[in-house]
């Protein structure tokens, strides 16, 4: 990539899978749980590390990880958790290059993952726009949706419940039916943004 591409400004890792609503932390297939963060984390990882060089190219290199919160869905849900984690250490490691990186949910969105009911796919992407074209003294380590950190994020001066579905940022119903690699499940009343 380093010799077929000048530089890299924006690096969005978005993919994900697992959003298992059939099972709970009691009796998850830690099998899945595997799975799941081979993708949604180990992914994010590599692809971050593999474009650095390139993004060190950039004048104003951004890293957009697509994070989510998940109620109910322990394998998403721990999955997530840990990107978010990645996301912090990332930016604290890369501030000092200019590097912003941040975590984004782009709320309960009618895609694939999402399934009806969810916002118009073009409002959950422009949350993530956002903090791809952030300015040079934009933030950094953050958790945000539609430009607004969420409370969960300490960053926000907010209190920290360390369960994300219980903090009050994700209180819509979620009625849709969810898709994953591994079958399609409905879970209804479920909270958060996914
Ligand atoms: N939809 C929501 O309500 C919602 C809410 C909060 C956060 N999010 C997050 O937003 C991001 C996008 O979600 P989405 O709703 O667009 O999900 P989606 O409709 O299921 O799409 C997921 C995408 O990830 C790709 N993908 C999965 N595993 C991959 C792998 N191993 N390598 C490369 N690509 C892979 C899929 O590619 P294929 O098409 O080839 O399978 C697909 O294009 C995810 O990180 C999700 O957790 C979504």
Not at 77 to 89: D, E, F, G, Y
Request: net charge positive; hydrophobic share 40%.
């Amino acid at each position: 990539m380093t010799a077929h591409f000048a530089r890299l400004d924006v690096l969005v890792n978005n993919a994900a899978i697992l959003y298992g609503t059939w099972q709970s932390a009691r009796d998850a297939d830690l099998a899945q749980l595997r799975e799941a963060l081979e993708t949604n984390l180990f992914g994010a990882w590599n692809v971050v590390r593999a474009f650095l060089p390139l993004l060190r190219r950039s004048p104003h290199p951004r890293v957009g990880l697509l994070a989510g919160m998940g109620g109910g869905t322990p394998a998403y849900r721990v999955s997530k958790a840990a990107l978010n984690a990645l996301t912090r250490m990332l930016a604290a490691e890369l501030q000092a290059e200019g590097i912003l990186v941040n975590a984004v949910c782009p709320r309960w969105v009618a895609t694939d993952m999402g399934g009806a009911g969810g916002r118009p796919v073009a409002a959950g992407a422009a949350s993530v726009v956002w903090a791809a074209t952030l300015p040079g003294d934009g933030p950094t380590g953050g958790f945000f949706r539609d430009g607004r950190p969420l409370p969960c994020d300490p960053q926000a001066n907010a209190p920290r419940c360390g369960a994300c579905s219980s903090c009050g940022a994700c209180s819509e119903p979620r009625a849709a039916a969810k898709s994953t690699r591994l079958g399609r499940q409905t879970g209804p009343g479920q909270p958060g943004c996914g």
